[in-house]
């Protein structure tokens, strides 16, 4: 999709793309948009424009980052954005997964062993989900808010992407496509595979802003990766 800007209909946002739903929802924007602008639909929430913006044309657009927009948005704001992704991963997505995947094992009747296989790694994955969530809350968030307090300037870091989450989900998707055997509800499939499908392009893109907070390196080292 071509980039966004405050004058495009948000509806034709959602219509071209709307993977964007779960993104605008975390703005506290709903379905029921009208034709009304992006800016409108802003202005009516109280919301950033430009950083709304930049959140929704990074989502959309590999080849788009706007790193020097970035420095101008204060990084509490960014911070709060990826906190409100992480409570939608925790609250709704994964539940989601869990929840139609476990449906999927009782459909299959007799033991599948390739769907126990595939649920036992989803379980895995979501531990490691968990354990970069609370890395980032309570180590790497409180680090960043830090320096910010501290007044002593901004840079945006190497990005340093840590894939390996993102990399299993891959993983997992390929494996319902290339391995899946034995006899399973088809809609109950469908929906496992969606939903995951569509954690693993969220997440990719949002650690596209998690990798480049704008931080200062004056005074802390920061824990920006994890391994899992």
Not at 62 to 89: A, C, H, M, Q, V
Not at 125 to 130: A, F, G, P, R, T
Not at 160 to 186: A, C, N, P, V
């Amino acid at each position: 999709m071509a980039l966004i800007y405050r004058d495009t209909r948000m509806s034709d946002v959602i219509v071209h793309e709307p993977s964007v739903i779960p993104v605008i929802n975390r703005f506290g924007i709903n379905l029921g948009t009208g034709d009304y602008s992006v800016a409108e639909i802003c202005g009516n929430h109280g919301l950033d424009c430009d950083f709304v913006l930049v959140i929704l044309n990074t989502f959309i657009n590999d080849g788009y980052f706007p790193e020097d927009t970035l420095l101008g948005f204060r990084t509490s704001e960014i911070i709060g954005y990826l906190i409100k992704t992480y409570n939608y991963y925790r609250n709704y997505q994964m539940p989601n997964i869990r929840r139609h995947f476990s449906l999927l094992l009782k459909s299959s009747g007799e033991s599948n062993a390739s769907l126990d296989a595939m649920f036992k790694f989803y379980q895995e994955l979501e531990h490691d989900i968990e354990t970069r969530i609370g890395h980032d809350l309570n180590d790497l968030f409180p680090a960043i808010s830090a320096m910010e307090a501290d007044g002593s300037g901004i840079v945006i870091p190497e990005a340093e992407s840590d894939s390996i989450i993102e990399d299993k989900l891959g993983d997992l998707k390929s494996m319902f496509i290339k391995h899946l055997s034995g006899s399973y509800d088809l809609n109950l499939c469908y929906a496992v595979i969606v939903a995951i499908i569509t954690l693993e392009k969220d997440m990719r893109q949002n650690n596209r802003i998690r990798d480049r907070i704008p931080v200062s390196y004056t005074h802390l080292t920061l824990p920006t990766k994890l391994e899992v």
